[in-house]
């Protein structure tokens, strides 16, 4: 919501690839309720997002939230349905299907004459 940053990124999006699909498509949907009613915007930045809001003409400017705001929900929805899962849980299922065990399995005993 407040523009595309490189560690935002590479740094989590990349990282969990369902929710960073999610938000490339639900960013297109927006993009193109965006262009179909033909928002304008008085000044070319490089910044995008809720920063630019004033930047936009006052007869379109309705047209850019509600186009930020079907981005995010579209966005939110998608991943809702898509699934998301942790790095760390996939991780810990996938050494327990191939039969290592994980930190997070392992059970230490004292025994007591130690």
Same mark, same amino acid.
Request: aromatic share 12%; glycine share 10%.
């Given at each position: 919501? %407040?523009?595309?940053?490189e560690p935002a990124m590479y740094g989590v999006n990349l990282r969990?690839?369902?929710?960073?699909?999610?938000? %490339?498509?639900?960013?297109?949907?927006?993009?193109?309720?965006?262009?179909?009613?033909?928002?304008?915007?008085?000044?070319?930045?490089?910044?995008?997002?809720?920063?630019?809001?004033? %930047?936009?003409?006052?007869?379109? %400017?309705?047209?850019?939230?509600?186009?930020?705001?079907?981005?995010?929900?579209?966005?939110?929805?998608?991943?809702?349905?898509?699934?998301?899962?942790?790095?760390?849980?996939?991780?810990?299922?996938?050494?327990?299907?191939?039969?290592?065990?994980?930190?997070?399995?392992?059970?230490?005993?004292?025994?007591?004459?130690?």
């Amino acid at each position: 919501m %407040l523009g595309i940053i490189e560690p935002a990124m590479y740094g989590v999006n990349l990282r969990f690839k369902k929710p960073f699909l999610a938000a %490339l498509i639900g960013g297109a949907i927006g993009g193109a309720f965006v262009c179909l009613f033909e928002t304008a915007i008085t000044s070319l930045v490089s910044l995008f997002g809720l920063m630019t809001l004033p %930047l936009f003409s006052d007869s379109t %400017l309705v047209y850019a939230v509600f186009g930020m705001v079907i981005s995010f929900v579209t966005a939110g929805v998608i991943t809702y349905f898509m699934g998301f899962a942790d790095e760390q849980e996939e991780h810990s299922k996938g050494a327990t299907a191939s039969g290592i065990s994980t930190a997070s399995d392992l059970v230490v005993e004292k025994s007591a004459n130690s």
